[in-house]
C-alpha cells in the first residue's frame, strides 16, 4: 500500500447502544455493500485550510464494515512522469511531496520531515458510528459541498430508513482531516463488510482531492473594436515553499453575459505563461459583463474571477 510515501486511513465501526435487535435481523439477509457515499464529494484544499470526511456504507448482514482510504496507485504501465498537458511545468514528486512539515500542533501524526512523507492519517482514530434503519441520527449532518451532495445524502437516507429490507447506514467520521500535505488527485475508497460466518464482501468508489486556484489580478479593458483581458492563474504550491506559486501553460476560457441575461457565453480565452500571467483579445460583445475562468483538473481546482465590465 505504498507505506513509506503515501498516507493510508483506515477506519472501523461500532454499534450503537441498542441496535442488537437490528443487526439480528440483518443476520438473515444476504451479505451486501449496495453504496458508499464520500462527502464532501469534490474535496477542496488551500494553502493553511484542511477538508473533513464524512463517509457512508450502505450495507446488509454485515456484522462489522471496514473502510481504507488510499491514494489512487498509477496503473502498471503508465509513465512516472505523464505528459499530460493539464499537468504542472515541473513534475510534482510521486506521492511524497518535498516542503517544510507541516504545524505539529495542526498534523500530529505527521511523519519526521527529513522522510518527506505525507503525515499519517490512520492511528487511534475513534470507532465511527452505526446508523440503525428507522433510528435517530446522533451526529449532526455536515453541511454538503453542494446541492447535489444533499441529494444524493438524502436520497440515501430514503432509501435506506424507508424499507425492511435489512439495510443499514454506517457512518464514518474521521478525526483526521486532509490537507495539502497528503497527495492530490485520485483516491480509493475501499468497504469490506464482514458477518459472524467469517464472509466478507467488499466495494470500492473514488473521489478526487484537488489542491485551489486563484485568478489574480483579472483586468477587461476596450482596445478599439477587441475587448483584452489579462490576469494571472495561480495555485497552490505542491513543494510547500510558499501559498501559492504561478500556473503555467494552462488554459483560461473569458466568458461574456450579455446585459440582462444570466447565461455566460465562452468567446475565447489563452494559455498563462512561466510566470502565470495570461494575455487575450477576443472581439467585443456590447454591454455586457467579462469574466476569467479556469477549468481545472484531476490535482487542481476550477476557479473564477469576479464580474468585470469592459
Request: glycine share 10%; charged share 25%; net charge negative.
Amino acid at each position: 500500500m505504498m507505506r513509506h510515501t503515501l498516507a493510508t486511513l483506515a477506519l472501523a465501526a461500532a454499534t450503537l447502544p441498542g441496535s442488537a435487535g437490528a443487526a439480528a435481523a440483518s443476520s438473515d439477509a444476504d451479505l451486501a455493500i449496495r453504496s458508499i457515499t464520500v462527502r464532501p464529494s469534490d474535496p477542496v484544499v488551500g494553502p493553511n485550510d484542511s477538508v473533513k470526511l464524512v463517509i457512508d456504507v450502505v450495507a446488509r448482514g454485515a456484522d462489522k464494515v471496514d473502510v481504507v482510504l488510499n491514494p489512487t496507485p498509477k496503473k502498471p504501465g503508465e509513465p512516472n512522469k505523464p505528459k499530460e498537458p493539464e499537468e504542472p511545468e515541473e513534475p510534482e514528486p510521486a506521492g511524497d511531496e518535498a516542503g517544510p512539515a507541516p504545524d505539529p500542533a495542526q498534523e500530529p501524526a505527521q511523519e519526521p520531515a527529513q522522510e518527506q512523507t505525507a503525515p499519517a492519517l490512520v492511528s487511534a482514530l475513534p470507532p465511527a458510528i452505526r446508523l440503525v434503519p428507522g433510528g435517530q441520527d446522533p451526529v449532526p449532518e455536515p453541511e454538503p459541498s453542494d446541492a447535489d451532495d444533499a441529494d444524493d445524502a438524502d436520497d440515501a437516507d430514503d432509501a435506506v430508513t424507508g424499507h425492511g429490507d435489512g439495510w443499514e447506514v454506517w457512518r464514518f467520521l474521521p478525526q483526521k482531516e486532509l490537507s495539502r500535505w497528503y497527495p492530490s488527485g485520485p483516491w480509493t475508497v475501499t468497504a469490506t463488510a464482514g458477518n459472524g460466518d467469517g464472509d466478507t464482501v467488499a466495494a470500492q468508489t473514488t473521489f478526487s482531492l484537488r489542491r485551489a486556484t486563484e485568478l489574480e489580478g483579472v483586468k477587461v479593458a476596450r482596445d478599439g473594436d477587441d475587448v483584452r483581458i489579462t490576469g494571472t492563474l495561480l495555485r497552490v504550491d505542491p513543494r510547500g515553499r510558499v501559498d501559492y506559486r504561478p500556473y503555467a501553460k494552462q488554459r483560461v476560457v473569458f466568458c461574456f453575459r450579455p446585459a440582462g441575461s444570466d447565461d455566460w457565453q465562452d468567446l475565447g480565452g489563452a494559455v498563462t505563461r512561466k510566470d502565470g500571467w495570461f494575455s487575450g483579445r477576443v472581439r467585443d460583445a456590447g454591454d455586457g459583463a467579462w469574466r476569467a475562468k479556469y477549468a481545472g483538473n484531476r490535482r487542481y481546482a476550477q476557479n473564477v474571477s469576479s464580474s468585470k465590465s469592459a
